[in-house]
């Protein structure tokens, strides 16, 4: 399987006391699960079929974060969190990095 990691993290409301974020199909998946019964419909089982057949490897993770993210936005949960430029998450490289690089 690869791996089940979504490239952008989806956030949603949880329960109106927080946000959660869902970086995976199994975080989508265990969302989807606590979601009362009788507020899922067709929509609620299309993401889920999406997140667990990308989980069982015949879908692809990405359709899975589409549905999922589709879903929530449909059903007001969906929580637009800014994500910071890559420059700002990305790996650190100081300037002892390079030197250790150049004697290598």
């Known amino acids: 399987m690869e791996s089940a990691t979504f490239k ?11 946000v959660q974020k869902i970086g995976c199909v199994m975080d989508a ?5 606590e979601w009362p019964v009788e507020r899922r419909g067709l929509l609620h089982a299309a993401a ?5 057949s990308a989980y069982d490897g015949r879908k692809s993770v990405e359709a899975a974060n589409k549905a999922f993210t589709t879903w929530a936005r449909r059903v007001g949960v969906i929580e637009d969190v800014p994500v910071a430029p890559q420059w ?7 300037r002892a990095d390079h030197l250790m690089e150049s004697d290598g």
């Open 8 to 18: 952008q993290p989806v956030f949603v409301k949880d329960d109106g006391y927080g």
């Open 29 to 33: 998946i265990e969302f989807l699960e």
């Open 48 to 52: 889920s079929d999406a997140c667990y």
């Open 88 to 94: 700002m998450t990305g790996p650190k490289i100081s």
